[in-house]
């Protein structure tokens, strides 16, 4: 067994997970609730950390279902079992400091010691410094379109543990069957721990790319805004965009993506975004 896959089987590490999903009621297992689990809570949490441990363990499949967004639309929900919510949890426990050391500065979401606010504080900076032309962008069905091709390629970069891959590798494929005997799996599941990670982790190459061509940006998740002086410069900056998502096996949504000022109009995480400061007003 692997030092990552030993760490995340650790009664440390298992103990410290469960304090944060012991609120959720999400069935244990197939079969078995989790008031049951708890009756006996500690051969339930032993014996998942020696199947870990041993690599004997299996996720569960994963349950599907879709709930309506606020433009009518579904978007499909996978609900895993609190036994592989606990697993992942603990993955992700050591998985964290691995994507905090190279994960990009602009990057907001899913983070610790990140919030809106923060992101809002970059905004402002950039705005300050006179990008006030926006690339206002959304990824089409991001979580839904990752290739796991190009995913795994990249995941056996930063993880040295094998078996610790292997595990991930489960998720992956349990949680996005294929829809055809040749079509490459694609998509994480919404509604996995581990699966804002690998969303961070998946773009922090655009991320870094939009930096290698001088553009200024913040990004949460799939929402990013690109800062530019001018509509010109703004223009540009989407065509840089889209060839930078184009490496990813990934697509803009037209319908969510725009160029435009920056302005009160203008919203971003629910929060309107400031208007270009008058010349001559003062900074107070």
Same mark, same amino acid.
């Given at each position: 067994?692997?030092?990552?896959?030993?760490?995340?089987?650790?009664?440390?590490?298992?103990?410290?997970?469960?304090?944060?999903?012991?609120?959720?009621?999400?069935?244990?297992?197939?079969?078995?609730?989790?008031?049951?689990?708890?009756?006996?809570?500690?051969?339930?949490?032993?014996?998942?950390?020696?199947?870990?441990?041993?690599?004997?363990?299996?996720?569960?499949?994963?349950?599907?279902?879709?709930?309506?967004?606020?433009?009518?639309?579904?978007?499909?929900?996978?609900?895993?079992?609190?036994?592989?919510?606990?697993?992942?949890?603990?993955?992700?426990?050591?998985?964290?400091?691995?994507?905090?050391?190279?994960?990009?500065?602009?990057?907001?979401?899913?983070?610790?010691?990140?919030?809106?606010?923060?992101?809002?504080?970059?905004?402002?900076?950039?705005?300050?410094?006179?990008?006030?032309?926006?690339?206002?962008?959304?990824?089409?069905?991001?979580?839904?379109?990752?290739?796991?091709?190009?995913?795994?390629?990249?995941?056996?970069?930063?993880?040295?543990?094998?078996?610790?891959?292997?595990?991930?590798?489960?998720?992956?494929?349990?949680?996005?069957?294929?829809?055809?005997?040749?079509?490459?799996?694609?998509?994480?599941?919404?509604?996995?721990?581990?699966?804002?990670?690998?969303?961070?982790?998946?773009?922090?190459?655009?991320?870094?790319?939009?930096?290698?061509?001088?553009?200024?940006?913040?990004?949460?998740?799939?929402?990013? &805004? !690109?800062?530019?002086?001018? =509509?010109?410069?703004? %223009?540009?900056?989407?065509?840089? +965009?889209?060839?930078?998502?184009? /490496? *990813?096996? &990934? !697509?803009?949504?037209?319908? =969510?993506?725009?160029? %435009?000022?920056?302005?009160?109009? +203008?919203?971003?995480?629910?929060? /309107? *975004?400031?208007?270009?400061?008058?010349?001559? =007003?003062?900074?107070?």
């Amino acid at each position: 067994m692997g030092d990552l896959l030993k760490k995340a089987a650790s009664p440390e590490v298992l103990n410290a997970s469960w304090k944060r999903l012991k609120s959720d009621n999400t069935v244990w297992a197939e079969g078995i609730s989790k008031k049951e689990m708890e009756k006996n809570f500690v051969f339930h949490i032993t014996q998942l950390a020696n199947e870990l441990a041993a690599g004997k363990y299996r996720p569960s499949q994963v349950r599907i279902f879709s709930v309506l967004k606020g433009d009518g639309k579904k978007r499909i929900i996978s609900a895993l079992t609190l036994r592989d919510k606990l697993a992942q949890r603990a993955v992700l426990t050591v998985l964290n400091p691995i994507g905090e050391a190279m994960f990009h500065h602009d990057s907001y979401g899913y983070r610790p010691g990140r919030s809106i606010d923060s992101v809002m504080r970059r905004v402002r900076e950039n705005l300050d410094c006179g990008y006030y032309w926006l690339v206002d962008a959304d990824i089409k069905s991001f979580f839904d379109m990752i290739p796991h091709h190009l995913l795994k390629k990249k995941l056996k970069t930063i993880i040295p543990d094998r078996e610790l891959l292997d595990l991930v590798f489960k998720w992956l494929d349990v949680g996005a069957p294929r829809t055809g005997i040749l079509s490459r799996r694609r998509g994480i599941p919404q509604g996995g721990v581990i699966s804002p990670f690998l969303c961070n982790f998946y773009l922090t190459g655009f991320d870094n790319y939009l930096t290698n061509n001088n553009l200024p940006f913040v990004r949460f998740a799939d929402d990013f &805004l !690109v800062f530019t002086p001018s =509509k010109k410069d703004a %223009v540009k900056a989407l065509a840089c +965009v889209k060839k930078g998502l184009k /490496k *990813l096996d &990934l !697509v803009l949504n037209e319908k =969510k993506t725009r160029i %435009v000022p920056s302005s009160p109009r +203008v919203i971003f995480l629910g929060q /309107k *975004l400031p208007g270009k400061k008058k010349a001559g =007003k003062s900074k107070k």
